[in-house]
């Protein structure tokens, strides 16, 4: 493994070259940029220097997984300027190998970072080959499959052999506004429409002691009600769908829920697979469509759904913004950090995306604590 000075590393400081020291290792971190949880302005703010003790105290602590995963981008050592190994006690290590059982590269258990996640990633590469399509390959993990998924990876994976179905399970962000928005916009306008129509106001439930008139005046505040309404379905989906844990017997489940929400987890960075493609979308978005019919006067649910629609634009927006954004205001910051940790830390807490706010009356947020973990 090459061996390089502080002032070699110095040179690397370019978005698109750019290297960083993590204590007696060097780093070429280019590649992951742009996919870096905490956003690429903090990799571009610190290029070419030792990063150390930003991931290892506050406010940026960098959760094992993390630290774990910057193995995959080391590109050597450091020496001194007098052409030593830094760490003196690993000055004659001579493979990468060697170099992290040498230097102290552990967490707080005294457990090596590096060691410890190549010895759980090759139990799983044994189990499932990830360079395969994973629609057939994922029912293999069986009780592993869990563990697996909150093995986060920077690695994108393919789903099915065949280009027109993979080409249906991703999704560049900008394709949810241009498809949804004409739809709430439609909807809405046939609301108003449908008002019109029956003189300006509806009557729900006529059958109970003559029903609740809704008047077409109260269209802004049922299209308020629809963008609460997703806010409560997007906590409620998250948590008790897309965590609902499969059985480990069957592999039909597990490959439903990795297409869902598994391999999101597995791999948070994958800019394609952020949000949610219209085609698959379609059947749940007719579900609940149906539903909301069912329970309202047709323009009442007309205006619900618009709103909630708009909810949904919002959320898908907001998550891709999380995990590829740089947030300026403290709001967004807070935010991101509380996503990040979901991802890396707490797998079962933190299930508000756009919000926050109903991980309180369900008690899921996450601790806060003097730590941030990216």
Request: glycine share 8%.
């Amino acid at each position: 493994m090459h061996r390089f000075t502080e002032e070699e590393v110095a040179r690397h400081d370019s978005e698109a070259d750019l290297w960083i020291i993590y204590r007696d290792g060097v780093y070429d971190v280019s590649p992951f940029v742009r996919r870096h949880p905490g956003g690429w302005k903090v990799l571009a703010e610190n290029a070419g220097s030792d990063v150390t003790d930003q991931m290892t105290g506050d406010p940026h602590r960098h959760s094992q997984v993390a630290l774990s995963m910057l193995k995959e981008y080391q590109i050597g050592t450091l020496l001194t300027k007098d052409g030593d190994a830094r760490n003196g006690d690993a000055k004659n290590r001579g493979s990468g190998e060697d170099y992290t059982k040498a230097n102290g590269q552990a967490n707080g258990n005294g457990v090596n970072h590096f060691s410890e996640y190549a010895a759980v990633k090759k139990k799983y590469d044994d189990l499932v080959n990830a360079n395969h399509p994973m629609f057939w390959e994922i029912g293999k993990l069986g009780k592993f499959y869990i563990d697996w998924i909150f093995t986060p990876e920077d690695k994108d994976l393919r789903f099915f052999s065949s280009n027109f179905l993979e080409s249906f399970t991703v999704c560049q962000w900008y394709i949810i506004p241009l498809f949804w928005l004409p739809f709430v916009s439609l909807v809405l306008y046939k609301s108003h429409s449908n008002f019109v129509f029956s003189g300006g106001h509806e009557v729900w439930m006529p059958g109970l002691a003559g029903g609740i008139s809704i008047s077409m005046w109260s269209m802004p505040l049922l299209f308020l009600f629809g963008i609460f309404v997703w806010s409560f379905a997007e906590y409620i989906i998250h948590r008790w769908v897309f965590h609902l844990r499969p059985p480990h017997w069957s592999r039909v489940l597990i490959t439903l829920h990795f297409l869902f929400h598994g391999q999101h987890h597995k791999n948070p960075m994958n800019k394609n697979r952020l949000v949610f493609p219209p085609v698959p979308a379609m059947p749940i978005a007719l579900s609940i469509w149906l539903i909301g019919i069912a329970l309202l006067p047709l323009a009442t649910a007309q205006c619900v759904l618009s709103g909630a629609a708009l909810g949904y634009v919002i959320y898908d927006l907001i998550h891709y913004y999380l995990h590829h954004g740089s947030p300026a205001t403290n709001y967004f910051k807070d935010l991101k950090n509380h996503h990040i940790k979901h991802h890396y830390v707490y797998h079962e807490l933190g299930f508000g995306i756009s919000s926050k706010l109903w991980d309180y009356p369900f008690g899921t947020v996450i601790p806060t604590e003097s730590s941030k973990i990216e």
